[in-house]
């Protein structure tokens, strides 16, 4: 029997996990401000606010399985703060009095500042800014009595990813031929995710139910630096590969004096000047699952942008 799913939110790993729930013959229900989302018959796009209690209620009623992939309005600490945890808050005990496990997309930002590769049982406990967020999100989700899982991603690049270091600010560079200006270190080792490995991930987690409760890396695959991503683009593309240069951290910090929204992007500048490596061989193991290759997801990144107007 087919299975009815939630999934709050159309970004990309909304989207990205709506489709391949609804490709296998699943059922979707895709909750968004909006009401938009992938077209297809067996996703029902709904209109509603995921911190409205009655609305979130009544769409998780009956499901198997919550996703909830909702951004905050904007990148930065107040609006996570004011945003987050109420919403998630919301989504816990609608999913709870459905007995649906409620499955999150996570970053890595809980780590904090660390030396060395991430693995699953790096402490998670950053105590400054967007991280600190992220922390606390963690702890309110194993406090609660609803089950949940965290999967959680680096940076992200693949079909339908646009807002990203790896997205639109790199792959319509490249196909352009101008030179790519990227934040910190072009050749410090860095993590990128797959965008359909982490849904697929997300997917697994929620009907296997000796995963729930458990915090996973999505299957990453091996690090390689800014400067090798673009050089692999440019490669599958077929287009030369263009110059690379560097914005300083020292400069983001500058402009942040003045400008919040670069404030906000200047606090993480530090998982781009120096390695910023993630291990996801333990939970490969426990989800049965192997990242797609880099070369395999760039391909399929860079004929997706050329779709795009």
């Known amino acids: 029997m087919n299975s009815t799913h939630l999934v709050i939110g159309a970004g990309p790993v909304g989207a990205t996990i709506a489709q391949q ?11 968004t401000r909006s009401g938009s989302g992938p077209v297809h018959a067996s996703i ?21 399985a919550v996703f909830h992939c909702m951004h905050g309005s904007a990148y930065a600490t107040a609006t996570w703060r004011a945003e987050l945890p109420r919403a998630e808050q919301v989504v816990l005990e609608a999913a709870g009095r459905s007995g649906a496990v409620v499955v999150f997309p996570e970053s890595l930002y809980a780590y904090g500042h660390v030396a060395g590769t991430m693995t699953e049982q790096t402490p998670r406990d950053a105590d400054f800014g967007k991280p600190a967020v992220r922390v ?42 101008r030179t790519m200006r ?14 359909p490995d982490l849904g697929a991930a997300m997917i697994k987690t929620a009907g296997d139910e000796a995963l729930w409760n458990t915090f996973l890396h999505a299957p990453t695959a091996p690090a390689v630096s800014q400067r090798a991503l673009v050089r692999t683009y440019a490669e599958v593309a077929g287009v030369p590969a263009p110059r690379v240069g560097s914005i300083p951290a020292w400069t ?6 003045v400008h919040p929204g670069t404030r906000e992007l200047a606090e993480m500048v530090y998982q781009f000047d120096r390695p910023f490596v993630m291990d996801s061989s333990a939970s490969e193991a426990r989800l049965g699952l192997s990242p797609t290759p880099l070369e395999t997801g ?12």
């Open 182 to 195: 990227v934040l910190g270190d072009p050749d410090a080792p860095h993590s990128w995710t797959y965008v």
């Open 136 to 177: 606390d999100l963690l702890r309110a989700r194993d406090a609660s009595p609803t089950p949940t899982v965290s999967v959680a991603a680096s940076d992200f690049y693949g079909p339908l990813v646009r807002n990203a270091h790896a997205g639109e600010r790199m792959v319509p560079t490249v196909l352009a031929g």
């Open 252 to 257: 983001l910090k500058a402009i942040g004096a």
């Open 21 to 31: 729930l609804a490709a296998r013959g699943d059922r979707v229900r895709l909750l």
């Open 298 to 309: 760039a391909k399929a990144t860079v004929d997706w942008w050329r779709t795009q107007a």
């Open 44 to 64: 029902e796009r709904l209109r509603g606010d995921a911190t409205d209690p009655d609305t979130v209620t009544q769409a998780a009623s009956g499901v198997q």
